[in-house]
C-alpha cells in the first residue's frame, strides 16, 4: 500500500483560510472600484444631485452628460486633449523607432563602439539629469514652448531600451545566419527577421511609452504656456490645485457643478489608456521577463 504524501506548500488551503483570502480580495476589489464609481457617477450627475449629496455622488439617479459637453466644447479642454493625444501618437513611434533601432545595434557582438555606447546610456540611467540642466538645455536648443520639448528629451527610455536589447539577444542566432546567407542586409534582416519575432516586447514597450507620454504633466509645466498644456497639465492645474475651474470648459463658466466638471475632466484623462491596456496585457508577462532575463 502506497501513499501520496504531499508537501506542505501543495496542501488544500483551509476553508477558513480560504474565507481570509476571498474576504481580503474582495476588500482589494471595493478599494479600487468604489473611488472610480464614485469619480464616473459623479460626473454623471445633475448639479442638483451633487450639491444635495455633499459634493460626491455614488450611483446618478438622473445621469446627464452635461458636464462632458461642456468640457468638450471647443474649450480648454478640449485643445489639450487633442494636444495629448498628438504628443502620445508622435512621441510614441518616434520612440519606439529610436529605441529598436539602438537595441538592435547593442545586441549585435562586434558593432564598432557598441560597448561605450551602451555604458553611455546605462551612466544616463544612474546618473539622470536635475531639473534645471535640463531646462537649461531645452532652452538653449530653442525648444521652449514646442511640443517638441515634450517628446525629444524623454526619447529613448533606458528600461525599454535595455528590454529589447535582452529580448533581441534571445532571437536564436541562427535566424540571423540564415537570413546573412541569403543575403539580407541589416535592415532587412532587423525588419524581416528580428521584429516580426518580437511583437510581444515592441507590444509591451509602446505600451509603457506611450502610458508614460499620455501622463507626463512636469515638463509641460517646465516648458510650455498654458495655451499649449496637454490634458495632464490641465487637470492638474484644474482638479488637483482646484484652480479657475470655469477655464477648464470654455472659458466662459460652467452651468454644472465645479466637482462634476472636475470628475468629468479626470474620466476623460483616465479611459484612453484602460481601453487600450486589455488588448496588450497578454504581451506583458512573455515581453517583459524574456526582455529582462537575458540582459
Known sequence: MSSHIRPGWMETPKPLTQAAKALALVAVVLLVCVPFLVIVSTSLASTDEVVAN????????????????????????THALGVSAGV???????????????????????????????????????????????????????????????????????????VLRGFFQGIPEELYEAARLDGAGDWRVLFSVVLPLSKAALAVVGLFYAVAYWNSWFYASLYLESDHWPLQ???????????????????????????????????????????????????????????????
Open 54 to 77: 455633499g459634493g460626491w455622488v455614488l450611483w446618478p439617479t438622473e445621469p446627464s452628460l452635461d458636464a462632458y459637453r461642456d468640457i468638450l466644447d471647443g474649450g480648454i479642454v
Open 88 to 162: 502620445t501618437i508622435v512621441g510614441t513611434l518616434l520612440s519606439l523607432a529610436c529605441t529598436v533601432t539602438l537595441a538592435y545595434a547593442l545586441s549585435r557582438p562586434g558593432v564598432f563602439g557598441g560597448r561605450p555606447v551602451l555604458l553611455l546610456v546605462l551612466f544616463t540611467f544612474l546618473f539622470p539629469p536635475g531639473m534645471i540642466p535640463s531646462f537649461l538645455l531645452v532652452k538653449e536648443l530653442g525648444l521652449l514652448d514646442s511640443y517638441a520639448s515634450l517628446v525629444l528629451p524623454v526619447l529613448v527610455n533606458v528600461f525599454n531600451l535595455v
Open 233 to 295: 497639465q490641465v487637470l492638474r492645474t484644474y482638479v488637483v490645485a482646484g484652480s479657475g475651474l470655469t477655464d477648464a470648459t470654455t472659458g466662459e463658466g460652467t452651468i454644472t457643478a465645479p466637482q462634476t466638471v472636475q470628475m468629468a475632466v479626470l474620466v476623460i484623462a483616465t479611459v484612453p489608456i484602460l481601453l487600450v491596456y486589455p488588448f496588450l496585457q497578454k504581451y506583458f508577462t512573455k515581453g517583459v521577463l524574456t526582455g529582462a532575463i537575458k540582459s
